[in-house]
């Protein structure tokens, strides 16, 4: 009868422990999950001021160069004459 009520005692002690490894592991598990929240929080605000600067400096540039497409596509023009001379002047 000594091993069976050792038997009990041994298993008591290790329900004991699971659920106090449940109990870790829940704190565990919770402790990570807000601090991923904060992150993610913080993550969330960077992106917000971000593309508030971001719009802020488009309406600036619209403001100074109302024709920034136009100056674009001339650059563009202008890029492909010089890259044409260039590779006429190589043959």
Known sequence: MNTHVDLQTIALI?????T??????????H???SRQETMLREL???TKRIERLSK?????ISEVHPKVDAIKESV?????AVSAEN?????
Do not use: N, T
């Open 20 to 29: 106090a490894c449940w109990g870790v592991c829940f704190w565990w598990m």
């Open 44 to 46: 969330h605000d960077v």
């Open 56 to 60: 802020a400096e488009h309406d600036l």
């Open 31 to 33: 402790r990570l999950s």
């Open 87 to 91: 590779a006429s002047q190589k043959l």
């Open 76 to 80: 563009k023009d202008v890029a492909v």
């Open 14 to 18: 290790l329900a004991w422990v699971g």
